[in-house]
């Protein structure tokens, strides 16, 4: 069964250091998105993403936050420079159809970023 | 201020017993609302999606309802199973939505043997 593939499972890094999570979503999906879930928190919105461009993003997914699909496979997600706070379990998820029309999502077994 | 929220926080039952979960949403102008399961460390997966005209929706043991008018839903597990060990989390779409999602903390449900 097709699914959504992450990397790396787990990243610690030093805070101000710069942080790139890659994703690989269903191939034939079209839409992608990136969620984060802080340890003991609900999951929260960061960007979507269609036709290679930001479609919607979240207060979080502030200046240091950046999303890519360089490729036709893979779908990044770039922290410049890392703080405290922006450690939690990052989920990748896509889908076929957009939210308007019920699509739904698959999502990755997500990146765990730590930072210290 | 959209949001939702999940009751109990919370439950264990014996395994074959079935329980059901509560959601209550804010979230306005409504497009949908889902069910997902969220094993410890693992991404959500998908149960059941519903819009606004839909009252009940069933996938396997699992029977989500929806009532729009009050603005509340609940999710049947039938004859639960150790497997059913999960969080699980209701999550609800805005009319106009293209990814942001409002999450609620889940029901942490635990089936003992």
């Known amino acids: ?25 269903i191939s034939n999906h ?21 036709n290679n461009e930001i479609s919607e993003k979240s207060e979080i997914f502030d200046d240091q ?5 360089p490729d036709g496979s893979n779908f ?28 739904e999502l698959f999502f990755g077994e997500g990146s765990r970023l730590t930072v210290l | 201020k959209n949001q939702v929220e999940q009751s109990p926080q919370s439950l264990i039952i ?19 609302l889902r069910w997902y399961k969220q094993d410890t460390g693992r991404g959500p997966v998908s149960l059941t999606i519903m819009t606004f005209s839909e009252n009940t929706k069933s996938n396997g043991r699992y029977t ?33 939505s293209q990814g942001n999602l409002i999450f609620g903390k889940g029901t942490k449900l635990s089936v003992k043997p």
């Open chain 1, 65 to 69: 936050f950046s999303v890519e699909r």
């Open chain 2, 64 to 96: 989500a309802t929806l009532d729009a008018d009050t603005k509340q839903s609940s999710l049947h597990i039938t004859a639960s199973q150790l497997s059913d060990s999960a969080s699980y989390i209701c999550v609800v779409s805005a009319k106009g």
């Open chain 1, 30 to 50: 079209l839409y992608f998105y990136w969620y984060r879930q802080i340890l003991g928190q609900k999951v929260e919105f960061l960007v979507s993403f269609y």
């Open chain 1, 1 to 25: 069964e097709p699914e959504v593939t992450q990397t790396p499972s787990h990243q610690v890094t030093q805070m101000g250091q710069e942080v790139i999570l890659r994703c690989v979503p």
């Open chain 2, 14 to 32: 014996l395994e074959g017993k079935n329980c059901t979960l509560q959601c209550n949403y804010t979230v306005s102008p409504f497009s949908n």
């Open chain 1, 76 to 103: 990044t997600l770039k922290i410049r420079s890392t703080k405290l706070e922006d450690s939690a379990m990052y989920f990748c998820a896509s889908s076929l159809q957009g939210l308007k029309n019920t699509g």
